[in-house]
């Protein structure tokens, strides 16, 4: 055989190995950088996510891209979804027992996949790092399309590497990164606790007092900052033993109600910062004698059954948890914009007036 022959020989096997180490390396980037467009929309136009405003050009660029590179999805190993492949969005919680939180934004979640063709698969990790790493490799081998990282206490969290590699959307439900560094959503509650205040002060109270929750937590820290702009900006002075710590439990409202009531100059007014510490403020008022809403009007917060089932019907705020699984499937049937900083989406927790706050009662 003629060398230069074997030379032409030895070139071709040696292109042959460079693309099939090419092949194994390519990764949604590379896929998105040779057709022109951003990860997210190569992400979309794979997994075939309906009702993606994208053009019949920009999908065809992306297959053809996607084919022409010979991409493999990097963690399970799995060939280019099929276009018909029916999306799949992977539900990671911390905890779905303690709260009905949890439940309610998946199942809001979970109607709007429903509508448009989309299967939502859910687990919990209970805060393990092990199990995490286990869960989101197992959601990665279904073919998931997308990921929402979702905690039960509104915090912020450090993502661990396993979701940071993933080639598909990353989404954030009562959570977000420090650095704002993927689409998350999460209650306006410094909004949501001026509201609340604001209805009292609308009523006529000027001595209003509130019991918060663990103040540790990001919630009681913003619904007492919320508290605090609603007196401020009605010209009320601040008084700090009209706020009692208490830690979202019915008793810690009743034992923090009966130390307001014992004040020199008790509240005309209270504002629990949810529901369950309501129901133990209920109580302590009605042991008192007091009637509600006439002699000391009550305000809760989040919206729970019990809260229409109480006598009188509790005034209170609806935790917007629903609208937050639903704004995150929203989310995929947009194309996400490509940046490295997303401003962090506050949903409204309007407020639901029943029957527990009137104005005081004149003496």
Not at 123 to 143: C, K, L, M
């Amino acid at each position: 055989m003629p060398r230069h022959t074997e030379t032409t020989v030895a070139a071709a096997g040696s292109a042959r190995v460079i693309r099939a180490e090419r092949a194994r390396r390519i990764t949604m980037t590379d896929v998105a950088r040779e057709a022109g467009c951003s990860q997210a929309t190569v992400s979309f136009v794979l997994n075939s996510a309906p009702g993606i405003k994208l053009s019949a050009e920009t999908r065809q660029r992306v297959f053809d891209s996607a084919r022409r590179l010979g991409y493999i999805a990097p963690l399970s190993g799995a060939s280019l979804k099929r276009e018909t492949a029916v999306p799949r969005v992977g539900f990671v919680v911390d905890q779905l027992a303690t709260s009905p939180e949890a439940a309610v934004a998946i199942d809001g979640a979970h109607t709007a996949a429903r509508s448009n063709g989309m299967i939502v698969m859910v687990a919990q990790t209970s805060n393990d790092p092990e199990t995490q790493t286990e869960v989101v490799r197992a959601f990665v081998d279904q073919g998931i399309s997308c990921l929402v990282y979702m905690t039960i206490f509104t915090r912020e969290v450090e993502l661990p590497p396993e979701i940071l590699a993933l080639d598909v959307p990353v989404f954030l439900l009562n959570c977000y990164t420090e650095k704002q560094s993927h689409l998350a959503v999460v209650p306006s509650e410094i909004a949501g606790g001026q509201r609340s205040t604001r209805h009292l002060v609308d009523h006529g109270h000027r001595r209003i007092a509130t019991i918060t929750g663990e103040i540790w937590m990001e919630a009681a820290q913003d619904r007492l900052k919320g508290y605090r702009r609603a007196l401020a900006t009605a010209d009320i002075p601040f008084d700090p033993s009209l706020v009692v710590e208490g830690n979202w439990s019915a008793s810690a409202g009743y034992e923090a109600t009966r130390k307001l009531l014992a004040l020199p100059e008790p509240p005309t007014a209270i504002f629990c910062q949810n529901d369950r510490t309501a129901i133990g403020c209920y109580e302590a008022l009605k042991e008192a004698g007091l009637d509600i809403p006439r002699d000391m009007s009550v305000i809760g917060y989040d919206d729970e059954e019990i809260s229409r089932h109480l006598h009188p019907r509790l005034t209170t705020s609806i935790l917007p948890h629903r609208g937050m699984g639903q704004w995150i499937i929203e989310q995929f049937g947009e194309a996400t914009p490509t940046a490295h900083r997303f401003p962090i989406t506050k949903l409204e927790c309007p407020l639901v007036e029943r029957d527990s706050v009137a104005a005081p009662r004149k003496v």
